[in-house]
């Protein structure tokens, strides 16, 4: 089933996601259900907190578009152990943050623990662009969006469009 995505400035983007404590049937259902979402978009990433869910919970696939290198990763609680280096994440875009794309500065490598989707932990370094996917989808999970990272000023630019996109829309 696909699931709505919230976008901003809707509040519960903010939300801090709660550690999963149970990997049940509900939850595998619900990874289903955000990868059909994510697969359909399409996008490289999607977190719980986007679809409305409060769990620390992402799904990504660096290939989202191409079925023969598609490979769905679920992580469960997430944290990033360590970060090092920097790179400049460029056209940075997120399901969440329609029709708006930026540069955003990220570590160039990270160090990810978690759980699989079978309860199994995980724990592995990443490089370059599922590095910058996992620190965008992760931030998710902490309430962040990438336009936090940005410019305070390209920021409110984005706000006041969308503001301005609500009010017409709702005329
Ligand atoms: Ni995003």
Known sequence: ?????????DRFLK??????????GSLQKLIDDM??????APGVGLAAIQVGVDKSLLIYDINPSDDDQRRLRVLINPRIVTSEGEILSENEGCL????????????????VEAVD????????????LPAIVLQHEIDHLDG??????????????????IKKKMRSGNE
């Open 96 to 111: 969440s943050v329609p029709d708006f794309r930026a540069d955003v500065k990220r570590a160039e490598r990270i160090l």
């Open 35 to 40: 990868a059909e979402t994510m697969y359909r």
């Open 117 to 128: 989707r079978e309860g199994r932990p995980l724990r592995f370094e990443a490089e370059g």
């Open 15 to 24: 939300t801090k996601a709660s550690p999963v404590t149970d990997i049940d």
């Open 1 to 9: 089933m696909e699931l709505k995505i919230l976008t901003f400035p």
């Open 144 to 161: 962040t969006l990438f336009i936090d990272r940005i410019s305070a000023l390209k920021r409110q630019m984005y706000a006041r469009r």
